[in-house]
């Protein structure tokens, strides 16, 4: 089955900076690629995906970048806001989605 | 629309004790229906997942069952409940067949066993 490894376990940011989260993935069948955001206390709620045939994908401050030959993928964040903190969760399906261990994310104001 | 129903929200067990948690969507034919654990600070854990009435897969050996007993009633259950249960139980379910799309999730059912 799939393997999705996450990095970092945790990241804290200064407003207004970037933020950088990766995932790597080990089943090279798998063609869909979620990235979800997880508030304190909430439900999981899809932010971005991208699926195999490109290779990146942008929605306002965030975006996500692939490289199905490394079997990796990335999500970006820009112009970072206190509300910007939350726990992210990458995921890869080949049948069903496995989830990476997720990265707390903290924006300092 | 489609919309995810999972009850109850919070609920403290003791050691031992049964449990049964219920999720049902509205709004949507024949879904694929998942249940997750997240243990504290930690990642979400794929438990069941359903393609149809009464096909269940399993993908951690536990003392947890899940049963769908109708097409958009998925069930969690255990006889015996262990301290190790303990944990945020997330239901899901996405639209079958075609390639895997969103996965939209209930809002959780926090456990705690003593």
């Known amino acids: 089955g799939e393997n999705v490894e996450q990095h970092p376990s945790t990241l804290s940011v200064q407003e207004g900076d970037s933020a950088v989260i990766k995932c790597t993935y080990s089943d090279s069948a798998s063609n869909y690629f979620p990235w979800y955001k997880q508030e304190l206390g909430k439900r999981p709620q899809l932010i971005i995906d991208i699926r195999s045939n490109v290779g990146e994908k942008k929605d306002q401050r965030i975006a996500v970048t692939l490289n199905k030959t490394a079997k990796h993928f990335s999500l970006h964040i820009t112009e970072t806001q206190p509300e910007d903190s939350a726990v992210y969760f990458c995921?890869?399906?080949?049948?069903?989605?496995?989830f990476g261990a997720g990265t707390t994310v903290t924006v300092r104001a | 629309s489609q919309t995810i129903h999972q009850w109850p929200a919070t609920l403290v067990q003791p050691v031992g004790s049964p449990l049964s948690l219920e999720c049902t969507v509205e709004g949507t034919s024949n879904p694929n229906l998942y249940w997750y654990r997240q243990a504290a600070g930690r990642g979400l854990q794929l438990l069941f997942y359903s393609v149809g009435i009464g096909q269940i897969s399993s993908e951690v050996p536990q003392n947890l069952s899940a049963s769908r007993p109708q097409d958009r009633q998925f069930i969690l259950s255990s006889k015996k409940l262990l301290l190790s249960d303990s944990g945020f139980y997330l239901c899901?379910?996405?639209?079958?067949?075609?390639?895997?799309?969103?996965?939209?999730f209930g809002e959780g059912s926090r456990l705690t066993v003593l």
């Open positions: 995921a890869a399906n080949d049948y069903k989605l496995s």
């Open positions: 899901a379910w996405n639209f079958a067949g075609g390639p895997t799309g969103e996965l939209f």
